[in-house]
């Protein structure tokens, strides 16, 4: 059997998953931009949502980020865990937040920054536990 | 103007309960791989077209594709934060889904790191 410890490597792998993510949620967000005119919240704006969306160039970027976030993380798969995958691709919340302030020019306050801390404990908690069950095994 | 969040929560859980359906498909296929992946950037490559030859991923990508015009319309309609933060019950579809479907071994360790991941994405959202 293979390994199923969380090492650096796959955590930098992680990170570049992480970083494509946020790349992608750019993308896909500038590109319903114009979308948001539109603002008829009931399932009758989906269309002409999804319409205004795929006509952007920066959807099909996205759309070439979410292929390459697909191959590094399917090899992240092989190595380890689910459980431990996805709390630990958490770090998105910490480079999205940033994205929002540098390029959305959205506002970060106090409290959500105490959030990322909590997410921070929470990721060095779940990769301890990838290291405990190669231990046990 | 911003929609309450009783119209994009069920919206964003069943996006959530499509990605895990993915996760869990595609997990599942690289499972019965068991293949161990070196640096190799060709061996991955071929690794990767070994995972595509599996049905179920391609199962998978549909319910990735209803989950990402889900989240687009959700996008579309809230700020990027709150979308983010509200997606935190992804978490929890994936701990016990893993732990049935998959029989991974979530522990105590395991388990309190998802929730204080779960807390921290709260608190952001609450702010």
């Known amino acids: 059997m293979f390994k199923k410890k969380l090492t650096l490597k796959i955590l930098l792998f992680l990170a570049a998953t992480d970083i494509l993510e946020t790349l992608t949620q750019l993308c896909f967000k500038k590109s319903v931009f114009s979308a948001i005119g539109l ?7 989906l269309g002409a949502v999804l319409k205004t969306a795929f006509s952007s160039p920066l959807l099909w970027c996205g759309f070439a980020a979410v292929a390459v976030t697909f191959i590094i993380w399917s090899t ?8 431990v995958a996805v709390p630990v691709a958490s770090f998105s919340y910490i480079l999205v937040p940033l ?39 | 103007m911003k929609p309450a969040v009783f119209l994009i929560l069920p919206l964003i859980m069943l996006s959530s309960a499509c990605d895990t359906i993915n996760q869990l498909f595609l997990k599942s ?8 992946l070196s640096a ?22 549909i ?32 701990a016990l889904s893993s732990k049935a479907f998959l029989r991974e071994k979530v522990g105590i360790k395991r388990v309190s790191g ?3 991941i779960i807390i921290g994405i709260t608190l952001v959202s609450l702010s």
């Open chain 2, 29 to 36: 296929a690289i499972n019965s791989l068991h293949t161990s």
């Open chain 1, 39 to 45: 603002d008829s919240p009931g399932l009758a704006g």
């Open chain 1, 99 to 137: 994205a929002s302030i540098i390029f959305l020019r959205e506002k970060i306050s106090i409290l959500r920054w105490a959030g990322i801390c909590f997410i921070i404990a929470g990721v060095i908690f779940v990769s301890l536990s990838s290291r405990e069950r190669v231990k046990t095994e």
């Open chain 1, 76 to 83: 992240v798969l092989s190595k380890i865990d689910l459980s």
């Open chain 2, 114 to 116: 998802t929730i204080l």
């Open chain 2, 63 to 94: 319910f990735s594709l209803v989950s990402l015009c889900l989240w687009l319309y959700v996008l579309s309609q809230a700020d990027l934060n709150l979308a983010f933060s509200l997606d935190s019950m992804h978490y929890i579809f994936i």
């Open chain 2, 40 to 61: 190799n950037i060709w061996q991955v490559l071929k690794f990767v077209l070994r995972l595509l030859k599996y049905p179920r991923v391609w199962f998978g990508f």
